[in-house]
């Protein structure tokens, strides 16, 4: 496919619509997704996984929004939720929650009970007390909750820090000598079905041998419980594709290379039939999404010239809080001469910044720019920091479009607020 994001007669395109014009129409900052973009990577992971049974469980915390969620409901998809709120959002976007999988290392005791008599699939439980309150949870309720242990298979994803999940130093997941231990009490608890096995190492992984490192521990211990009488149903992998943030480094493996890595790791569990799962979120979301902003000011001083433009950390916070890189292109003539610039934001805050010492076409104000590939944690991770409403949300179709999400306004921002005469 086309990239959805491209020039036509100088004029920056998502699929045929101009970016000009969805900017004139909402205001900026806005969020514009291609609804083709995110259907083709829908397209890409069920074509790599053609051959095992498996199900896309789309990790919700990448792009929450009620039209994103739709477009992925329509595919088929299920969802890997990390709050309550997730599944409300997951439900009232008409998806299925018998579909779910809930992950996530603090489920609240509400949480979980909610999630039970929404008669999710599957809990990914994630310590030896969580199971253990998941287990009376159901008793009170008079159910069996199914849950499969997400274990830690102690593999280094190579990534960012932050967005490290599967080393044993993490917060995440059960150690694997724990986990076998869970396995064999929680196999004969009345209240609980075990239905499998779950991992997620982190984000943003631009190889597939962390993967396949990751799969070769799930499978020992599949196989391993298997000769101890215990026979799990699923395998969860978890999410963590990487995608081309267009800095020049590690291009990350497309599904399909993905997908004939996992397979070939999954081969010993051939003979159990197992479904397998995926969570993805960035790699289905991440390129589909820019972020329009219209520049404010130019300014230099004598070290340096800055862009000020109007959206910020509060909009798009990957750069200030992983130190990430987006493309950045001009949304008119990109042609035209550049400039080495930092783009900043007007947040009262250093690490207010969505690039630094960018090579970027001379914008003045009132110019649009165009961050690229901000389709995933961007509005999800979007805040109301320094009281900025967060901005609108346009979903594009061929030569249709809708507002997804309105931009806040500041009464909503203060709606739940009084003053205090004490
Ligand atoms: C965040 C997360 C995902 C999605 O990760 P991506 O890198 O966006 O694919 C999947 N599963 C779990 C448990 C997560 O926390």
Redesign the pocket.
């Known amino acids: 496919m086309i990239s959805p994001f491209h020039y036509r007669a100088d004029e920056l395109h998502c699929e045929e619509l101009s970016l000009s014009s969805i900017a004139e129409e909402v205001g900026t900052p806005c969020y514009v997704y291609s609804q083709s973009a995110i259907e083709a990577a829908v397209t890409a992971y069920q074509a790599a996984l053609q051959g095992l049974r498996y199900r896309i469980?789309y990790?919700v915390?990448?792009n929450s929004s009620l039209g994103i969620l739709r477009v992925l409901v329509a595919r088929g998809l299920g969802a890997?939720i990390?709050s309550l709120g997730e599944l409300r959002r997951w439900q009232a976007a008409g998806g299925d929650p018998r579909k779910v999988?809930f992950?996530?290392v603090g489920k609240t005791r509400e949480e979980i009970d909610a999630a039970l008599m929404a008669d999710i699939f599957l809990f990914?439980v994630e310590s030896e007390e969580e199971l253990a309150v998941i287990a009376e949870v159901a008793r009170t309720r008079g159910v069996r909750a199914r849950v499969a242990l997400?274990v830690n298979p102690d593999v280094d994803p190579q990534t960012h820090p932050y967005?490290s999940?599967g080393l044993k130093q993490n917060k995440?997941g059960i150690s694997m000598p724990t986990a076998r231990r869970l396995f064999e009490s929680a196999a004969k608890h009345p209240s609980l079905e075990i239905l499998g096995i779950?991992c997620?190492i982190?984000?943003?992984?631009t190889k597939t041998s962390p993967f396949t490192d990751a799969v070769a521990r799930l499978v020992a211990m599949v196989l391993d419980l298997e000769r101890a009488g215990i026979r799990l149903r699923t395998l969860?992998l978890?999410?963590?594709?990487?995608i081309d943030y267009g800095k020049g480094d590690a291009v990350p493996p497309s599904p399909g290379e993905y997908g004939l890595a996992i397979k070939e790791a999954l081969a010993p569990l051939a003979h159990l039939d197992m479904e397998i799962l995926?969570?993805?979120?960035?790699?289905?979301v991440?390129p589909a999404g820019v972020l329009l902003t219209r520049v404010l000011y130019r300014k230099a001083s004598e070290a340096k010239h800055f862009l000020i433009v109007d959206a910020a950390m509060n909009d798009l916070m990957r750069p200030a809080l992983y130190n990430s890189y987006h493309p950045m292109q001009a949304v008119r003539d990109p042609a035209r001469t550049a400039i080495t610039t930092d783009v900043v934001g007007p947040i009262c805050e250093t690490g207010d910044f969505l690039a630094r010492e960018r090579n970027l076409p001379v914008l003045d104000a009132g110019e649009l720019l165009c961050v690229g590939a901000a389709g995933?944690?961007g509005s999800s991770m979007s805040s109301n920091y320094n009281t900025r409403p967060r901005g609108a949300e346009v979903l594009v179709h061929g030569d249709k479009h809708a507002v997804i999400r309105r931009r806040e306004t500041l009464e909503q921002l203060m709606a739940n607020e009084q003053v205090a005469e004490l």
């Open positions: 469980c990790s915390k990448a890997d990390v999988v992950s996530g990914n997400r967005i999940t995440f779950d997620h982190g984000s943003q992984l969860d978890g999410g963590g594709l990487g995926c969570e993805p979120g960035r790699s289905i991440g995933a944690y």
